[in-house]
């Protein structure tokens, strides 16, 4: 009795704590909140508005920000520490300014800001500002907007100046014209003026170390940006000559009034100007030309395969696909050396285009022996499939035309007659023998490409029957041929029309017009089409950009109803097989649940060998019950499309 009461009074009091410790809780959340409430006031009130105007022109941006007496200050902020805010791998290299690090990382250089993704911007200036404290106290992060803005601005501006002064060192390669060495020195020295700047800027900011803001050390200033805007705008850093009376001369004795002289320019704004950065008009670009490699002649190719434990020979004959890639490794070799970076990567490019070239002079020859086209217009032959249509058709409906056909015996044969495994697999390129035995001869992936096509506007108007028809073909092949095909199950099902039409419809299309163009049996057709798949690999190529054969690809799609290529309808499933039943076992067989295909088999004679257990749940109507006891076996003889779409019917509970 005692304990109890201990109990409840110690209930009570934890009851009482808890009452009290959701009180205090519910206090600091409303003290939080009026605080964050004030604390974003202040903030919103304090915050230093945008000048109107363009930064540059109408006002300066290092004034508006505060720090006009501090351009220490003032350049950190454009700077950090590459390895704090930038991939580690570029560390070695140099370091980054913040802005224009995540403008890199971020944005695309290639294009102003006016051409960019907002949401994109939105998130750099907000990465901006987490990065550099001090930005947040100006209102919506204007000046990371503005030195974006610039930069792309100067970016843009430097590599149109840049094509310029390429295409004019390329017409001066061409002309012969020498390197000017003046050109060099003054490049020199603005690299050692560059490198004063970083000594300057490295040095520490009183104001951060007092506010505590430092965003990180850096090396290079962003005022030359600010500079660069403002002459790019007025077009000039010098001041124009002016006209102005002068008094006239004692020793003159005509007493004529001359032109004042002209006023000395701006030493320090011409001392900041950079060529590269503004208009040619002004300042047209240097003329000086970088040392080339040399130009390689097939003479200057070497005999022998440059890759390591390699010791092929280069073809005798000129080949101006391994003469583009020595050029690029002489090219390589010239600027990183001989063992640089990317040499050895380029060695085994090389050896694979020698093995290549040469396995295709040895297919031409073979080829030439065998008289197989080099050169076929497809623009002749995708008219000519068409005419095979009732052909193809045929082995939709007809099981014995599909079961006789030698391409599907050699798909059936690639595949070890998995046929379940094979449409079951989401990825195909597990058969590799089908993979490679569904390839077109000396049609190539070309002719692959075009007859697959073709096939798919041919059909496009029998997509309302053609899986049924296929389903049903299939089903009497493996009733009449058991032992031909793997094990199956209730999951199972037939083959895709994709999968059919590209593993077996497309060769067997190539073998026709091969039967044709040689004429020649089908037997024989088929010889000649596996014979050449190496050849029509290397001869036939798609990879290339030829407008004649998806010109002809595009005609098909248009011929298609609706104007698409999905011209297969996917309102009717694919119907699934029944399942195989189990040999008999001690253990007692599991019962398939619901509803399936078995219920449509007949009673099997032998129950021994095949026991068909009694499906479980089962509910019916009686109209479905008349009619599953008329319904023949699965696969039989009698299994037509009518009874397709009856099975349909009841497996999804739809009135037929």
Same mark, same amino acid.
Request: proline share 6%; glycine share 4%.
């Given at each position: ?58 006002? $300066? ?12 200050? @003032? ?18 290299? @140099?370091? *980054? ?58 970016? *843009? ?93 004692? $020793? ?117 022996? $065998? ?83 073709? !096939? ?110 999905? !011209? ?6 694919? !119907? ?81």
């Amino acid at each position: 009795m005692a304990r109890s009461k201990a109990l409840t009074n110690a209930a009570e009091v934890n009851h009482k704590l808890q009452e009290q410790l959701a009180a205090a809780q519910a206090e600091i959340s409303k003290y939080k909140q009026r605080e964050a409430a004030r604390r974003k006031a202040t903030t919103t009130k304090n915050l230093i508005a945008r000048p109107h105007g363009q930064p540059g022109r109408d006002y $300066n941006l290092q004034t508006e920000m505060r720090l006009a007496k501090d351009t220490v200050h @003032f350049r950190r902020l454009h700077a950090s520490e590459l390895s704090k805010v930038c991939d580690a791998r570029l560390t070695y290299k @140099f370091r *980054q300014r913040i802005v224009k690090d995540r403008v890199h990382q971020e944005l695309d250089v290639s294009t102003t800001i006016s051409k960019q993704d907002k949401t994109r911007v939105d998130a750099t200036v907000i990465k901006i500002g987490k990065i550099a404290p001090y930005f947040r106290r100006f209102a919506g992060l204007w000046p990371v907007r503005n030195m974006i803005r610039t930069y792309l601005l100067n970016m *843009q501006n430097r590599r149109r100046t840049d094509l310029e002064t390429e295409k004019e060192w390329t017409e001066d390669n061409v002309n012969g014209v020498d390197p000017d060495e003046e050109e060099r020195e003054g490049d020199a020295d603005e690299d050692k003026e560059a490198e004063a700047d970083d000594e300057d800027v490295d040095e520490p900011s009183g104001e951060e170390d007092a506010t505590g803001e430092g965003e990180g050390e850096g090396e290079y200033s962003d005022e030359e940006d600010e500079e660069i805007s403002i002459l790019a705008k007025h077009k000039a850093p010098v001041s124009a000559p002016k006209t102005t009376k002068a008094a006239p001369k004692n $020793n003159t004795a005509s007493g004529q009034k001359r032109r004042a002289a002209d006023p000395p320019a701006d030493a320090s704004a011409a001392k900041k100007h950079k060529p590269a950065l503004s208009t040619p008009k002004h300042n047209p670009p240097s003329r000086a030309k970088k040392p080339r490699a040399k130009v390689l002649t097939w003479a200057d190719v070497p005999a022998e395969c440059p890759a390591v434990l390699c010791e092929d020979d280069l073809p005798a004959e000129q080949n101006d696909r391994l003469l583009a890639l020595f050029q690029r490794l002489e090219d390589l070799c010239f600027n990183v050396g001989p063992q640089g970076r990317g040499v050895s990567l380029l060695h085994l490019e090389i050896c694979a285009a020698i093995t290549e070239e040469k396995k295709k002079a040895n297919y031409l020859r073979i080829g030439a022996h $065998n008289e197989w086209p080099l050169d076929i217009d497809f623009a002749a032959v995708v008219p000519r499939i068409p005419e095979l249509k009732e052909t193809v058709l045929d082995m939709f409906r007809d099981p014995e035309i599909l079961w006789d056909c030698p391409i599907f015996q050699h798909f059936l044969r690639n595949i070890d007659h998995k046929l379940f495994l094979f449409c079951k697999s989401e990825s195909k390129a597990n058969f590799k023998k089908a993979v490679l035995g569904r390839r077109c001869g000396y049609y190539g992936p070309k002719g692959d490409f075009m007859i697959n096509s073709t !096939i798919y506007r041919m059909l496009a108007t029998e997509d309302d029957q053609l899986e049924i028809q296929l389903c049903t073909t299939l089903s009497a092949i493996i009733d009449d041929n058991p032992d031909a095909f793997d094990e199956y199950d209730a999951s199972s099902n037939l083959i895709l029309i994709k999968d059919f039409v590209s593993f077996v419809l497309t060769p067997y299309i190539a073998s026709l017009l091969i039967s044709e163009d040689r004429d020649i049996d089908m037997e024989q057709a088929v010889h000649v089409l596996e014979e050449s798949h190496d050849f029509g690999d290397l001869l036939q190529r798609d990879d290339e950009d030829d407008a004649v054969t998806y010109e002809l690809h595009r005609k098909n799609i248009r011929a298609m109803k609706g104007g698409t290529n999905h !011209i297969f309808s996917q309102a009717f499933p694919y !119907i699934k097989l029944g399942e195989k039943q189990p040999k008999p076992k001690t253990e007692k067989a599991s019962k398939p649940q619901g509803l399936s295909l078995l219920d449509f088999e007949e009673p099997n004679p032998n129950p021994k060998k095949r026991p068909v257990p009694k499906p479980k749940n089962k509910v019916v109507t009686s109209e479905e019950e008349k009619k599953e006891n008329t319904a023949p076996a699965f696969g039989g003889s009698t299994f037509t499309v009518q009874k397709c779409v009856y099975i349909h019917a009841v497996l999804t509970r739809t009135k037929v």
